[in-house]
């Protein structure tokens, strides 16, 4: 019975590892959407005051 048990470790750490990583995966993801809504609400001040200094030019 040992290399059953050992097959069922093996088996555990793997899903463990697949776990870990689609964890990582979701934090990153989350992160880049963070990010990417930071940068569209950056261009869109920007974008605004740039309107604003034509309507006064």
Request: aromatic share 6%; net charge neutral; with cysteine.
């Given at each position: 019975?040992?290399?059953?048990?050992?097959?069922?470790?093996?088996?555990?750490?793997?899903?463990?590892i697949?776990?870990?990583?689609?964890?990582?995966?979701?934090?990153?993801?989350?992160?880049?959407?963070?990010?990417?809504?930071?940068?569209?609400?950056?261009?869109?001040?920007?974008?605004?005051?740039?309107?604003?200094s034509?309507?006064?030019?």
């Amino acid at each position: 019975m040992p290399f059953i048990n050992s097959a069922d470790f093996a088996s555990d750490l793997i899903k463990q590892i697949i776990s870990e990583c689609e964890n990582r995966l979701e934090l990153e993801e989350r992160k880049q959407r963070e990010n990417s809504d930071r940068l569209r609400s950056s261009i869109s001040l920007k974008k605004q005051e740039f309107e604003k200094s034509l309507v006064k030019g």
